[in-house]
C-alpha cells in the first residue's frame, strides 16, 4: 500500500507507521490527545474515484494525514457507494490500527490519550441519513468508534477535497 502526504511525500505502510509514531512521540508532551481516523470519500467520474484518508489530530495543535486513492468501475448506487467507502475505511483501519495498537508507542505511552476511529462520509440530512444506523452498527461491530457528518472530517473534509 502506497500513500502519500502533503508534508512527507510518497510513504509505504511501514514509513506511515514509523511516521505518525515520531509525529506523536514528538507532540506527547504538549498535547491533550491524538485522534488517529480513517475516512473516505468517492466522487464519480467516467468512473468512481475513491480516495482513504489516514488523519492524526493533535488535539488543539493540528496534525497530519496521509491518502491513497483508487480508480474503479463507476459505483452509481449511493448504497453501495456508501458500503464501499465505509469497507475501504475498515479495510485500512484494520491494517493500519492493528500495526498501531501492537506498536513500541502504545507500550511507551498512556493508550488513553491515543483515540482511533472511522469516519463516515454521510450525514443525518439528506440521501444518505437512512443509512447511517447500518453503516454505525457495521463499524462499531468492528471494534472502533464511529464518526458521521458534521463530525467526519477525515471523510467529509480532506478525503472529498482530495476526491474532487
Known sequence: MKMMSPTYGKCDENQVISIIEN?????????????????????NFSDTKVVVVIAVQNVGHG???????????????IRQKLMYETNMSLFYANKMITKLENSSLMQEKNADKINFCVHIDAGTKGKTS?????????????GYDC???PDSFAASSIADKISK
Not at 437512512?130 to 468492528?142: D, S, Y
Request: glycine share 8%.
Open 23 to 43: 509525529y506523536i512521540r514528538s507532540n506527547w508532551k504538549n498535547s491533550d490527545g491524538f485522534n488517529i481516523v480513517i475516512g473516505t470519500d468517492s466522487q
Open 147 to 149: 464518526k458521521v457528518k
Open 130 to 142: 437512512g443509512l447511517i444506523p447500518e453503516l454505525v452498527a457495521w463499524v462499531k461491530a468492528c
Open 63 to 77: 496534525g497530519i494525514f496521509f491518502y491513497d486513492v483508487s480508480r474503479i468501475e463507476r459505483i452509481n448506487n
